[in-house]
Antibody, heavy 119, light 110 residues
Framework: QVQLVESGGGVVQPGKSLRLSCAVS????????MHWVRQAPGKGLEWLAV????????YYGDSVKGRFTISRDNSKNTLYLQMSNVRPGDTAVYYC????????????WGQGTLLIVSS | QSVLTQSPSASGTPGQRVTMSCAGR????????VYWYQQVPGAAPKLLIY???QRPSGVPDRFSASKSGSSASLAISGLRSEDEADYYC???????????FGGGTKVTVL
């Protein structure tokens, strides 16, 4: 079955860098565009970034443009989110999601990984 | 403040019909497909509606959606206790070159 498992969250100090990972299984990873979405405690969903199936196109939300980088390794079936200069406002649960074919939305999501930015 | 504006809350008794709105602009809802996600507290979001009004397999036909101009709406008929959740609209915005979510509507089953 389709599985997406995020990792890499935890407690990190402001200004630091870290990388989140999303390991997938149960489908051909290289066929799908992938997204990162986050949710701050008690807040709504915020879209962060999307990467095309082959990594050729990437788009970012304004709040993370220039600080976060989405990437993928299709040989390792893994999606990444490189985060730099993190701020307390980046504290959130970070989800990866698979975009279904033919513009059918994000039909599969991971369980999320919690990142807390605090000194 | 979200680019997409959703009514913050909606409620109803079991069996009732509940509707919620998502207001956008010409660069997003006015031009592109709208998607709806359901999020039960403590869980990941779940795709409810894609391409304005299409239901993924497994989503009950109690859920329906429509789009008109730069606004969209989601309706839940025959409200059930398990429908108590947050509902988010999402759409690609041509001006931002990115996806945007609405602020969410919290549905309470009385």
């Amino acid at each position: 079955q389709v599985q997406l498992v995020e990792s890499g969250g935890g407690v990190v100090q402001p200004g630091k860098s870290l990388r989140l990972s999303c390991a997938v299984s149960g489908f051909t990873f290289s066929n799908y565009a992938m997204h990162w979405v986050r949710q701050a405690p008690g807040k709504g969903l915020e879209w962060l970034a999307v990467i095309q199936f082959d990594g050729s196109l990437k788009y970012y939300g304004d709040s993370v443009k220039g600080r976060f980088t989405i990437s993928r390794d299709n040989s390792k079936n893994t999606l990444y989110l490189q985060m730099s200069n993190v701020r307390p406002g980046d504290t959130a649960v970070y989800y990866c999601a698979r975009e279904e074919a033919a513009l059918a939305g994000c039909g599969h999501w991971g369980q999320g990984t919690l990142l807390i930015v605090s000194s | 403040q979200s680019v997409l504006t959703q009514s913050p809350s909606a409620s109803g008794t079991p069996g009732q019909r509940v509707t919620m709105s998502c207001a956008g602009r010409s660069s997003n809802i006015g031009t592109n497909y709208v998607y709806w996600y359901q999020q039960v507290p403590g869980a990941a979001p779940k795709l409810l509606i894609y391409k304005n009004n299409q239901r993924p397999s497994g989503v009950p036909d109690r859920f329906s959606a429509s789009k008109s101009g730069s606004s969209a709406s989601l309706a839940i008929s025959g409200l059930r206790s398990e429908d108590e959740a947050d509902y988010y609209c999402a759409v690609w915005d041509d001006s931002l070159s990115g996806w945007v979510f609405g602020g969410g509507t919290k549905v309470t089953v009385l």
